[in-house]
């Protein structure tokens, strides 16, 4: 039996940074485009309005943060050539 350490939680934190950036949106205006080439001021827009429930929402809120804070040139090389990441892997 393996034992759960903290070693673990940067390669879970790491993993799910990649999906994130990596998630196509589903719907809307920018349906198919990766979470990380959305426009800064469609986050906002969901900034003030709020976000949707589930893992969408949540790297929505990310991604926003992100962004804010000029961090998308650092996240740019976990980009994945396609295909992207489907809604099925995106609900992990």
């Known amino acids: 039996?393996?034992?759960?350490?903290?070693?673990?939680?940067?390669?879970?934190?790491?993993?799910?940074?990649?999906?994130t950036v990596n998630q196509t949106m589903p719907y809307g205006r920018f349906k198919g485009r990766k979470l990380i080439d959305l426009p800064e001021p469609y986050l906002v827009w969901f900034k003030n309005n709020g976000f949707p429930a589930g893992s969408l929402g949540r790297r929505l809120a990310v991604m926003y943060e992100i962004k804010l804070n000029g961090l998308e040139p650092m996240l740019r090389p976990l980009v994945v050539a396609e295909p992207a990441l489907d809604m099925e892997e995106a609900h992990d």
Do not use: D, T
């Open 1 to 19: 039996m393996r034992i759960r350490g903290r070693s673990e939680r940067p390669i879970a934190e790491h993993e799910e940074l990649v999906r």
